[in-house]
């Protein structure tokens, strides 16, 4: 089967940088991607990683290693504002590009 | 920037009530998908659609049907709304194997009593 597998919480403090890992097991997809998703809110787009390698956006970072089947995110300078879930999740062949979630990771940033 | 709007917001029904549930998205996107979001479960892929009039089953089909009868809307129905089917629903749009990333409605928080 297809599984992902995130920490459930991590508790980081404002201006720190916080690492989200993910290791997944599934074959063939297209790349890994990262969701973010306040309380009550929809799941928005953060990032994603076709290639092996790290992607930078802003204060955002992401890395895949395929070889590994790990991926991660990394949030700097963190702010109250990036509390949230974070979601990995990888985009399956021949299935219609469908994405496959990891059950989240609870971010908490704290003053 | 794309939109994909659903047409509720919070929605109360009653067991055994017919459910629709709406999704239009602007950007012309191929793939369609919804899912539920429930504590502790993640977000399940109930169904999706690479095309008009095509669908095809995710994970928990069971209780639900699909129709996309134009390439920008993607509605989902509750046969016979049950109360397990209490949950968030939420529509998404991408690209056909495109890089990056869904677009996802703001969802529908959906109680049925």
């Known amino acids: 089967g297809q599984s992902l597998e995130q920490p459930s919480e991590v508790t980081a403090v404002e201006g720190a940088i916080v690492q989200i890992n993910c290791t997944y097991q599934?074959?063939?997809?297209?790349?890994l991607s990262w969701y973010q998703q306040h309380d009550g809110g929809a799941p928005t787009f953060l990032s994603y990683?076709?290639?092996?390698g790290l992607e930078e956006t802003g204060r955002f970072s992401s890395f895949l290693s395929r070889s590994d089947s790990y991926g991660y995110l990394l949030l700097q300078e963190l702010q109250m504002k990036d509390s949230a879930s974070y979601f990995c999740?990888?985009?399956?062949?021949?299935?219609?590009?469908?994405?496959?979630f990891g059950q989240g990771t609870e971010l908490s940033v704290k003053p | 920037d794309v939109k994909v709007t659903q047409s509720s917001r919070y929605l109360v029904k009653r067991t055994g009530e017919k459910v629709f549930l709406e999704c239009v998205q602007d950007m012309d996107h191929e793939n369609m998908f919804w899912y539920r979001q429930d504590p502790g479960l993640g977000l399940r892929l109930i169904y999706f659609?690479?095309?008009?009039?095509?669908?095809e089953k995710g994970d928990i089909p069971e209780g639900y049907s699909v129709s996309r009868e134009k390439k920008e809307r993607f509605s989902l129905i509750l046969e016979s709304a049950s109360t397990n089917q209490t949950s968030m629903y939420l529509c998404?749009?991408?690209?056909?194997?495109?890089?990056?990333?869904?677009?996802f409605g703001s969802g529908t928080r959906l109680t049925v009593v």
């Open positions: 990683n076709a290639l092996d």
């Open positions: 998404a749009s991408s690209l056909w194997q495109g890089a990056g990333g869904y677009t």
């Open positions: 659609s690479y095309d008009v009039k095509m669908k």
């Open positions: 999740a990888v985009r399956i062949y021949n299935q219609g590009g469908k994405l496959i």
């Open positions: 599934t074959s063939g997809f297209y790349g």
